[in-house]
């Protein structure tokens, strides 16, 4: 089956930090730019972060910048997103999604998706 599964999530205080995992299933996740996308209460889907396929190339949000980082792990067909400095504003549900390529920090297209999971920074 093919299939994303997003992990990692949960509550966290102010200034914390989470990493969230975005594990493949029945493809090669090393083959796609993986992008970071949330969406959260009352607010439209954004991205996050992308990581190109071919360079490895990063990019961020800016609201993001500096306090989020991407990664993968090819050989486990992982992709990581490391949040630190978390801020209330961050609470959302957090998706990953395998595509073609970067558009900045937006990877478009995509084909695949996960589920989702939440985060939420609260005190």
């Known amino acids: 089956q093919v299939q994303l599964v997003e992990s990692g999530g949960g509550l966290v205080q102010p200034g914390g930090s989470l990493r969230l995992s975005c594990a493949a299933s029945g493809f090669t996740l090393d083959n796609y730019a993986i992008g970071w996308f949330r969406q959260a209460p009352g607010k439209g889907r954004e991205g996050v972060s992308c990581?190109?396929?071919?360079?490895?190339?990063?990019y961020y949000a800016g609201s993001v910048k500096g306090r989020f980082t991407i990664s993968r792990d090819n050989a486990k067909n992982v992709v990581y997103l490391q949040m630190n400095s978390l801020k209330p504003e961050d609470t959302a549900v957090y998706y990953c999604?395998?595509?073609?390529?970067?558009?900045?920090?937006?990877?478009?297209?995509?084909?695949?998706w996960g589920q989702g999971t939440q985060v939420t920074v609260s005190s």
């Open positions: 999604a395998a595509g073609r390529a970067c558009l900045g920090y937006v990877l478009s297209p995509y084909m695949y």
């Open positions: 990581i190109s396929s071919s360079t490895g190339s990063t």
